[in-house]
C-alpha cells in the first residue's frame, strides 16, 4: 500500500501520526526519511500524544532514543549524529526495534540494512512554505483499508 497527501501545518503533520499510532500493531518500526525541518519529528509528536498523551517532544538528537509510554511505548529513535549502521548495531538497537511497542525512527536511512524488512516508510518532503507532502509505503505490513479515509478526516479537523 502506498498514499501520499500533502498537509498544510505542523498541526496535519502531527494528525496523521496520531491517525498512524492508533492503527498500527505493536512491534511496528515506522522508518521516517526526509531533509531537515520535514517535519519528521512533528509526526512522531502525534504519534506520541495518542500512545502516551505526550505533548512535548523532542528530537533525540543527542540521546539517541526517547520513550513515551509504558504499556504500549513509543520508542523514538533520531540517527542524524549516527556515523553509520555499525553505531547503531553497537548501541544494541534490538531491542528497541523489536521492543514492545513502536517504533519511529527518523533519518532511517543511516540505519541501514539493519532495519527489518517488515515496516512503515514514510517519506516527508517541503512542498513551500508550511506544506508538506507525506508518502506513506505499507512494506510487509496490512494497513487498515479506510486509513486514506480516516487521515482525510484528520487533516480536516486539524485545519490548515
Not at 27 to 33: D, K, N, Q, S, Y
Not at 123 to 133: I, K, P
Not at 146 to 151: E, G, M
Request: charged share 20%.
Amino acid at each position: 500500500m502506498r498514499l501520499r497527501v500533502e498537509t498544510c501545518s505542523p498541526e496535519q503533520t502531527e494528525a496523521i501520526g496520531y491517525v498512524l499510532a492508533d492503527c498500527l500493531a505493536p512491534g511496528t518500526l515506522i522508518a521516517l526519511f526526509g531533509d531537515l525541518a520535514t517535519g519528521k519529528t512533528c509526526l512522531v509528536r502525534g504519534m506520541a500524544r495518542r500512545r502516551a498523551g505526550e505533548g512535548a517532544v523532542h528530537s533525540p538528537t543527542f540521546t539517541l532514543v526517547n520513550q513515551y509510554g509504558v504499556e504500549c511505548p513509543l520508542y523514538h529513535l533520531d540517527l542524524y549524529r549516527l556515523g553509520g549502521p555499525e553505531m547503531l548495531a553497537d548501541l544494541g538497537y534490538e531491542e528497541v526495534f523489536d521492543g514492545g511497542g513502536l517504533c519511529a525512527v527518523e533519518w532511517a536511512e543511516r540505519a541501514g540494512d539493519l532495519l527489518p524488512a517488515d515496516r512503515l516508510n514514510i517519506y516527508l518532503a517541503h512542498a513551500g512554505g508550511d506544506r508538506r507532502t507525506v508518502e506513506i509505503e505499507a512494506v510487509g505490513l496490512a494497513l487498515p483499508a479506510d486509513l486514506a479515509d480516516r487521515i482525510q478526516s484528520a487533516l480536516a479537523a486539524a485545519g490548515g
